[in-house]
């Protein structure tokens, strides 16, 4: 996620050439893995694999009755953003999924000193939600934006191709929906 620049005041009050960007959480474990189909015919307890963008997740399943009861985190690895669950067994269809420790994203805004490193403005202005999508911002104070139309625009990249456009179309959230897209000014 990023956003295009505008003008900010740091704490200092010194007006600030400034973007909005998304900090990476990079050491995230998996908390739980949920059951969303038990299965049936198991007399073996199933091999549970995890895989995705971490690494070292390990997990394993108990039966009951040839269905899967519970699966238990035994290590919960780090690095995931992402996770998937494979079930392998004597038994058939049984599925899950991993429930991600961290679902929240940390936003920031910033500027470039003359070194062009970056230096925090608010290092945690807002989150993102990783499950709903939802951005959250708080306390942005923009002077002016550096566009020529006065917006401000923030670009978010979906970690897979599970959302498109086509023929260059701008995408729209839930249009039919006023409470989708919610916008507090406070005007000093």
């Known amino acids: 996620m990023k956003s295009t620049a505008f003008t900010t005041r740091d704490s200092a009050g010194t007006l600030r050439t400034a973007y909005l960007e998304e900090v990476f959480n990079s050491s995230t474990g998996i908390d739980s893995i949920t059951i969303t189909n ?3 015919n198991y007399t073996v307890a199933p091999t549970v694999t995890i895989t995705g ?3 070292g997740a390990i ?3 108990t039966i009951v009755n040839g269905k899967i009861e519970t699966i238990n985190v035994v290590r919960r690895g780090t690095g995931y953003t992402s996770a998937l ?3 392998e067994g004597d038994g058939s269809e049984g599925a899950a999924s991993a429930v991600v420790q ?3 994203g940390t936003l920031r805004t910033f500027y470039y000193n003359s070194n062009s490193e970056k230096v925090d403005i608010n290092p945690e202005i807002g989150t993102v939600d990783y499950q709903t999508g939802e ?4 306390n942005l104070n923009v002077v002016e934006s550096l566009l020529d139309s006065g917006d401000i625009r923030i670009d978010v990249q979906p970690q897979s191709a599970i ?3 086509q023929r260059n ?3 729209l959230l839930d249009t039919d929906d006023s409470s989708a897209i919610s916008i507090a000014v406070t005007i000093r």
Not at 135 to 138: A, D, G, S, V
């Open 169 to 171: 179309q701008l995408l």
């Open 59 to 61: 997990a394993t399943a």
């Open 85 to 87: 669950v494979t079930i």
């Open 163 to 165: 959302i498109e456009t």
């Open 53 to 55: 963008d971490g690494s």
């Open 38 to 40: 038990p299965g049936y």
């Open 135 to 138: 951005l959250t911002i708080n």
């Open 102 to 104: 961290s679902k929240y």
